[in-house]
């Protein structure tokens, strides 16, 4: 190789050996010294205390609002949980259940009728809201909380640094709960109990996201169900094969064509849910009209409809009556012959088996021979026989409002069944196939044989067109899916979550007042919240500690010495012109007991 090649190979390497001799050598640095600092040196400044006005209204106000908010919440949540617990509900309860499942079950149903998605995504923005939303509110809190909590504790008593370490910089986390089991292990006892106390809040909000998610849910729609006539098949509540209807057993006085079920509305239309049963309001949900009716029924069942509220209607009104001059309203006094009640004993004012009451001491009221009333039309009836309507409009109250038509009717007593009991000894006429049917007494018996249902004016219901003669909810219910899936609340969990945040509010607002209360830092205004307030007091500490050559060590050795140092605590150093509020290391089994003695007149470097 000639020598220019050689010259032209061995460059770089001779580039590369000025470029670095280039480098300044350690002597040419600046010395620490030599930095100049920058234009905005803090002087000295003296701490203001707060007063007692501005204790009360950010110190003491608001936690006694929440606290009480807290605790009102819990009791009524409390209170309605129970009361719910004692009420039917309207969904199905799983007879497999145990008790314990079903204290978790949803019974404060928010939404129904969802798909799965949207049930889902319902309990994501809840679990999003107020769960993480709500932890990190309650992590903000805790952050001052423990903030202040360390100064207090700096300055009665010492830390460690690694206890310092876990609860200035990560004050909610696993980390904080062990910090604190590590000083309960050593700490005096007024220290413990504010320990044992920030070991409750912080494990609250360790655990607040998944509590308040666990109050919610959502599970497919399920109703009970229930096998009426005791074959084998469940039906639902709003199945079309449940119906109301009428039951007249005594058809031998009327028509054949009563012998069997006269079929009305659908059992959803008429009682809505299982716990109806009985309550008498199913004409008043069915808002039933001659004209113009909320619920298609055929001409046969408005035909005994208007035949039971007829009935009713003459009962109520005799049975209100006790002495001649009072019936005088309704009817008059024909022939001498009186009729009377067998079931009369000494009591005053009970309503006897025929369904007379007599409001003095077996005083026996005479039955009228004829009494002067009205009842209603029946289906086209005020049409085809050119009836004059009543115009005394005394209709009894579920009837306001109809276009039933009453008209005058005479109802005449029979007296060749005066004896017999429970039964009303007056002739009655019903319309039937658009024609009258005189009836001899007693009236036609509604319902005898579906008395269990309480039915209103003696309603019954049919499955499959046959009367249902027994309480089928003696039974034990199935549980059927409905459709769509429901959303909403455990009200046992609501009340646990509750009882929870009250007593995290409660032992918040002790501490909080204690921390104000015996901290001289705190009441200044300079409780050690904020990174750079607790990174500038540690640093000062670590100095004091190990010096401040300490680039080259790893994070692991840095621990390993700090934990050979003694504790750390506040204390006022003097040795300067001005006095330094500062962190620093505090010898062997020596705990600061003593206040600070802060001077509020006095500038603090």
């Known amino acids: ?183 309960l292990s050593q700490a005096p006892a007024q220290i413990k109990f504010m320990c044992a106390g920030l070991i409750f809040v912080i494990g609250y909000v360790l655990s607040f996201a998944t509590i308040w998610s666990a109050t919610t849910g959502y599970e497919a729609d399920t109703v009970p169900a229930y096998d009426i006539m005791n074959t084998g098949a469940f039906v639902k509540q709003d199945s079309n094969r449940l119906t109301t209807c009428w039951s007249v057993p005594d058809t031998n006085r009327s028509d054949f064509t009563l012998s069997q079920p006269i079929i009305g509305p659908t059992f959803a239309q008429a009682f809505g849910t ?168 007693p009236f036609l018996n509604l319902g005898t044989d579906c008395q269990w249902s309480n039915g209103s004016l003696g309603l019954c219901l049919c499955f499959d067109g046959k009367v249902v003669s027994q309480d089928f909810r003696e039974s034990t219910p199935t549980c059927l899916n409905d459709t769509g899936y429901r959303w909403g609340f455990s009200g046992f969990v609501v009340v646990i979550a509750l009882a929870l945040e009250t007593v995290w509010l409660l032992i918040c607002m002790a501490i909080w007042l204690v921390n104000v209360t015996m901290s001289e830092l705190v009441r200044m205004h300079r409780p050690g919240t904020g990174v750079i307030r607790g990174v500038l007091d540690i640093a000062g500490a670590i100095d004091l500690s190990i010096g401040s050559d300490t680039g080259a060590y790893t994070e692991e050795e840095l621990k390993k010495e700090l934990e050979k140092c003694p504790s750390i605590g506040y204390e006022i150093d003097h040795g300067t012109e001005n006095p330094r509020i500062r962190l620093r290391p505090v010898g062997h089994g020596v705990r600061t007991r003593q206040n600070l003695r802060i001077n509020r007149h006095t500038a603090y470097g």
Not at 36 to 64: A, D, F, M
Not at 121 to 137: E, R, V
Not at 369 to 390: I, N, T
């Open 274 to 441: 299982w716990e109806n049963i009985g309550l008498g309001a199913e004409f008043e949900r069915l808002h039933m009209r001659a004209a113009s009716p909320k619920v298609n029924t055929s001409e046969e069942f408005q035909n005994l409809y208007t035949y039971a509220i007829s009935k009713n209607t003459f009962l109520h009104h005799y049975n209100d009556t006790v002495d001649a001059t009072a019936l005088k309203g309704i009817g008059k006094f024909r022939g001498t012959d009186n009729w009377y009640d067998d079931d009369c004993d000494d009591g005053g004012g009970h309503e006897t088996s025929t369904g007379y009451r007599f409001n003095q001491t077996c005083q026996r009221a005479p039955l009228y021979m004829s009494v002067l009333g009205w009842q209603y039309a029946g289906f086209e009836q005020k049409d085809r026989e050119d009836l004059p309507p009543d115009t005394r409009h005394n209709q009894p109250p579920w009837l306001d409002g109809s276009e039933y038509v009453p008209y005058h009717a005479s109802f005449n007593l029979n007296v060749s069944i005066a004896e017999q009991d429970d039964m009303i000894p007056y002739n009655s006429t019903l319309w039937w196939n658009k024609s009258r049917i005189a009836l001899n007494a």
């Open 1 to 183: 190789m000639d020598q220019e090649t050689g010259t032209t190979a061995s460059s770089p390497e001779r580039n590369f050996s000025s470029d670095a001799s280039e480098l300044p050598s350690p002597s040419a640095l600046v010395k620490p010294e030599e930095i100049q600092r920058g234009p905005n040196i803090l002087p000295p400044t003296s701490l203001k205390p707060y007063t007692t006005k501005q204790l009360r209204k950010r110190h003491v106000e608001p936690w006694l609002v929440f606290s009480i908010l807290g605790v009102t919440a819990t009791i009524v949540i409390t209170r309605l949980q129970m009361s719910s617990s004692a009420s039917p509900q309207d969904s199905c309860i799983d007879s497999g259940s145990s008790r314990l499942e079903q204290l978790f079950r949803i019974n404060a149903v928010g939404v129904k009728g969802l798909t799965f998605a949207q049930a889902k995504f319902l309990d994501l923005l809840w679990d999003t809201a107020i769960g993480q939303g709500g932890k990190f509110i309650h992590g903000l809190i805790l952050y001052h909380l423990v903030s202040r909590s360390i100064t207090l504790l700096l300055e009665h008593s010492t830390l460690s640094y690694g206890p310092f370490f876990g609860l200035k910089f990560s004050p909610v986390s696993i980390e904080s709960l062990w910090a604190l089991f590590s000083i």
